[in-house]
């Protein structure tokens, strides 16, 4: 079993931004210590807006680890996102990580899998594509979106994905009209893999429930909202079928769908 990394807080800045859809930005922060956050499974804490500005730092997975800098995918959602989505290169930043349990320490032997990414569920995909690589395992994406003009650059996408399904609830943009939870279906019918899934909650119980109609694991990446971060607040947290929640900041952020209630939730 690996132990979790020890946090630590690092100053960056931020080196370049790129939209990459109408609300999704991809941002490249220079840092000494971007190797020190390369942790699948984990994800850091951002702040670096004009203060004063949003009062807590906001959580982020981390897409990538390249050239002495972290590069973030982040969908302009409110206040701090708008900001940080808006700085010009140049801006220093506050980052703190890696914090949460790393994928090494929940799934110690990584099989082939499906990834699932709704929305911007896609951040933190580029990370586990490359342990999966490294692990020898075979991956296949599958990127779902409500509409065209949420779907990230397609270029971009390809550059790092090289076996990917794309699919859009409306039709009005590249890929499958429907939902992605389709071609998800399809491929676990054909070949049945445990899946790691990141997005909105309702995907993930859909996901949580086609693994258990074809027998395999559901492993679901929550980006639930948090204030604490230490496991106190419970602000985070998600009820379990067994009782108790399940504190995302401290236990997640992945964990095994199967045990969520997500009736309650
Ligand atoms: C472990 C983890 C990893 C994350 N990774 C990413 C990432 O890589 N890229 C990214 O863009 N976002 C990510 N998020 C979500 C991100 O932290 C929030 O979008 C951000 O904190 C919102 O801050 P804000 O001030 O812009 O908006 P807020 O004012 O905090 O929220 C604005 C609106 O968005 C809703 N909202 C806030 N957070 C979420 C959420 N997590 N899911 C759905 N709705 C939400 C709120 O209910 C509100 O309606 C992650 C969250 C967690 C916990
Ligand atoms: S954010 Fe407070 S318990 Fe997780």
Known sequence: MTASPAPLIAFGRLRAGRRL??????LDVETPAAESFRAPGCFLKLRGWPEPGPLLDRPFSLHRVQAGGLQLLIRRVGPATRLLCGLAPGR????????????????????DFYLVAGGVGLAPMALVLDWLRESGRRSRLFYGER???HQVDPAWLAA??????????D???????????????????????????????PLLAAVTGLAERFGVAPWVWLEAGMACGLGVCLSCSLPLKEGGRFKVCREGPVAD?????????
């Open 21 to 26: 859809s109408a609300d999704t930005f991809w």
């Open 147 to 149: 509409s065209g003009r």
């Open 257 to 265: 769908g199967r045990t969520l209630d997500w009736e309650a939730a």
């Open 171 to 201: 039709g009005s943009g590249y890929g499958r009209p429907g939902l992605v939870t389709e071609p998800l279906a399809e491929a676990l019918a054909r070949e049945p893999r445990p899946i790691l899934a990141c997005g909105p909650p």
């Open 92 to 111: 220093p930043l506050k980052i703190t990580g890696p914090l949460g349990r790393p994928l090494t320490e929940i799934i110690p032997d990584p099989a």
């Open 160 to 169: 790092w994905a090289d076996d990917f399904t794309a699919t859009v609830d």
